[in-house]
Structure formats: structure tokens, C-alpha cells
């Protein structure tokens, strides 16, 4: 069973792939560290809904599809 945080991490990284930004270049656009974007690409970090909002604007995406079963 996959839960949240594993959807989460997986869509994260999928849409940043897909917009073609390393972790450092989606660090820069959402104003965070690169160790925190890895941390949450690695389920080591779960970001609070604030952050969360701001971290799906900087993908491009709304912030309910990072939960969804395929992004």
C-alpha cells in the first residue's frame, strides 16, 4: 500500500521532471532550500499546507493533484 507522503513524493518529482527543472532550479522558484526539496522528493519531509500551495504554484499545478494516484 502506497501511502500519502510516497503519492506525494512521486508526483512531486514527476512534475518537476516534467517541467525539465533540477532540484536546485524548483528551489530557486519556490524560495526553499535544494536539501528541502529533496527531503520531500525522498518522503523525508512532508510540507504544511502553506508550503505546499507555494511549492505546487512553482510546479505549475494545483495542489490537490500532487495526491492523486498519477499525475
Do not use: W
Not at 502553506?50 to 498519477?70: D, I, N
Amino acid at each position: 500500500m502506497t501511502g500519502m507522503r510516497e503519492i506525494l513524493a512521486r508526483n512531486f518529482k514527476i512534475n518537476r521532471q516534467k517541467l525539465g527543472l533540477t532540484q536546485e532550479q524548483l528551489a530557486e522558484k519556490a524560495d526553499v532550500s535544494t536539501h528541502y526539496i529533496a527531503m520531500i522528493e525522498t518522503c523525508n519531509k512532508y510540507p504544511k499546507p502553506e508550503m505546499l500551495e507555494r511549492l505546487a504554484k512553482a510546479l505549475a499545478v494545483e495542489p490537490h493533484q500532487l495526491f492523486s494516484g498519477y499525475s
